[in-house]
T-cell receptor
Framework: KAGVTQTPRYLIKTRGQQVTLSCSPI?????VSWYQQTPGQGLQFLFE???????NKGNFPGRFSGRQFSNSRSEMNVSTLELGDSALYLC?????????????FGPGTRLLVL | ELKVEQNPLFLSMQEGKNYTIYCNYS?????LYWYRQDPGKSLESLFV?????AVKQEGRLMASLDTKARLSTLHITAAVHDLSATYFC???????????????FGAGTILRVKS
């Protein structure tokens, strides 16, 4: 089985721009979760999508949003980028909800905001 | 608010030695994950512990969960250099059935195994 894929792998943006990141889960997995990893804040949960519905959201501003398509692929959007949004963004997929089974992580998208 | 504390945050150990990483959390949860991350890489799932008293082993690593003590341990037996990585625990925070769960991560333990 192919693993979780994320595109793009690297991205450089400037403050005020917006960005869209993509995640393709393992075939058959219905849950996709997004995480932000920074040296200062560590790993933080952004949100989870399951069957095209957002099930839960972490403590992030509304500039962070996402969606999931009928084929379970997910996108994450960050609008009005700030310097502090520079991070590694990871997505993970699992067959069912977060907290029920193993999550498989993608390689991440490294975002640099200048 | 659920807080997850790992200790130690940095661990330097000799090959062949045993050691334990601790993961304490502040509110009730009965599910917990352990992950490994190599430098510049993504997270690799090691263990999923889904009930009190759960114990799982894979090679030189063994993880356990005590939900009453709100504690999970990751025990390393006879460490080898290949185990050098950062290890994270993540506790499942249940919000409500219809709203799903969140994962709250510990800060990570950097493990260096010296030969």
């Amino acid at each position: 089985k192919a693993g979780v894929t994320q595109t793009p792998r690297y991205l450089i943006k400037t403050r005020g721009q917006q960005v869209t990141l993509s995640c393709s889960p393992i075939s058959g997995h219905r849950s996709v979760s997004w995480y932000q990893q920074t040296p200062g804040q560590g790993l933080q949960f952004l949100f989870e999508y399951f069957s095209e519905t957002q099930r839960n959201k972490g403590n992030f501003p509304g500039r962070f949003s996402g969606r999931q398509f009928s084929n379970s692929r997910s996108e994450m959007n960050v609008s009005t980028l700030e310097l502090g949004d520079s991070a590694l963004y990871l997505c993970a997929s699992s067959p069912f909800w977060v907290g029920t089974e193993t999550q498989y992580f993608g390689p991440g998208t490294r975002l640099l905001v200048l | 608010e659920l807080k997850v504390e790992q200790n130690p945050l940095f661990l330097s150990m000799q090959e062949g030695k045993n050691y334990t990483i601790y993961c304490n959390y502040s509110t009730t949860s009965d599910r917990l994950y352990w992950y490994r991350q190599d430098p510049g890489k993504s997270l690799e799932s090691l263990f999923v512990l889904l009930s009190n008293g759960a114990v799982k082993q894979e090679g030189r690593l063994m993880a356990s969960l005590d939900t009453k003590a709100r504690l999970s341990t990751l025990h390393i037996t006879a460490a080898v250099h290949d185990l050098s990585a950062t290890y994270f625990c993540a506790v499942v925070k249940e919000v409500a059935l219809e709203y799903g769960n969140k994962l709250v991560f510990g800060a990570g333990t950097i493990l260096r195994v010296k030969s």
